[in-house]
């Protein structure tokens, strides 16, 4: 089961990390104008960051101040898109989204959240194991 967690987190930070640095370099299409290269940076953020912090090897991670920057920032990213896969469930309820947006938006967030189980399991598993 951590395997096949690992290897999707793995797949979704590269398709994260290839559909924002496209879209940036302005390789996908808008509808309507092209926007600015700063605006679809600052669209394609999260993203990436989300996309960097899915590759990190966490057991590699040593240091606590590096360890509390690590797990902050991924906490951080996953309330983001908690919030956003949300407000896709309640357009679903509401009538404006179509029911694909169910299996995605569960798909996406056991992804996240369970590569974050599993690094936060790593790195504090062992002290309680360990007493």
């Known amino acids: 089961m951590k395997v096949a967690v690992r290897i999707l987190g793995i797949l979704l930070a590269l398709f ?3 559909g924002s640095i496209a879209d ?4 996908l299409p ?3 104008r092209m926007p600015s290269a700063m605006f679809r940076f600052r669209l394609n953020f999260v993203p990436i960051v989300t996309g960097i912090l899915l590759l990190v090897n966490y057991r590699k991670i040593k240091g606590s101040a590096r360890k509390f920057i690590y797990f902050v920032t991924f906490l951080a990213v996953n309330l983001w898109y908690s ?3 949300m407000r896709m469930v309640a357009g ?3 009538g404006a989204k179509s029911y694909h947006v169910l299996p995605t ?3 996406f967030m056991a992804i996240l959240w369970g ?3 599993l690094a936060l399991n790593h ?4 002290a309680r194991r360990s007493t």
Do not use: P
């Open 16 to 18: 994260l990390l290839v």
């Open 24 to 27: 940036i370099l302005g390789l």
């Open 30 to 32: 808008h509808s309507g």
């Open 83 to 85: 919030l956003l896969e």
């Open 92 to 94: 679903f309820f509401s």
């Open 105 to 107: 938006a569960l798909f």
């Open 115 to 117: 590569t974050f189980w």
């Open 123 to 126: 790195h504090f598993g062992k």
